[in-house]
C-alpha cells in the first residue's frame, strides 16, 4: 500500500501527530514484567488518517494486536509536498516497558 505514498525524505513538511493513544499493555506480560518491542509501518493519507497499518518487526507476537489498534486511532496533519497534502509512508516503532 505503500508503494503510491512519499517517504518521508521527499517531504516539505513531516506529519505531525495531532491524536496519540498508547498501546495497552497486556496485563500477564505486565505482571511479568516482560519489555517488548513493535515496529508498525503503514500510510498517511492526506486527511491525515492511517491506513493500512501492518506489524513490519515485533520481539513478542502479544504486543502486535495493542500496538496495531493504538495506531489506528492516531490522527496527523498529513505531510506536505509542493504546497500540498499527500500519501505518506511511515514507520513507527512502539515500546513496551512494564509499570515500576
Known amino acids: 500500500a505503500g508503494n503510491d505514498a512519499f517517504d518521508v525524505s521527499d517531504l516539505e513538511r513531516r506529519p505531525e501527530p ?3 493513544t498508547a498501546p495497552s499493555y ?3 506480560l505486565a505482571k511479568a514484567k516482560v519489555e517488548g518491542t513493535v515496529t508498525v509501518a503503514f ?21 502486535e494486536k495493542p500496538a496495531l489498534e493504538a495506531i ?3 490522527r496527523f496533519k498529513p505531510g506536505e ?3 500540498k497534502p ?7 516503532p512502539f515500546r513496551f516497558s512494564p509499570p515500576r
Do not use: H, L, Y
Not at 43 to 62: F, M, Q, T, Y
Not at 86 to 92: D, E, N, S
Open 43 to 63: 500510510v498517511i493519507d492526506e486527511a491525515g488518517k492511517v491506513e493500512d497499518p501492518r506489524v513490519e518487526a515485533s520481539s513478542r507476537p502479544e504486543f
Open 26 to 28: 497486556p496485563r500477564e
Open 18 to 20: 495531532v491524536a496519540q
Open 72 to 74: 489506528r486511532r492516531w
Open 81 to 83: 509536498r509542493e504546497g
Open 86 to 92: 499527500v500519501r505518506t509512508f511511515v514507520k513507527q
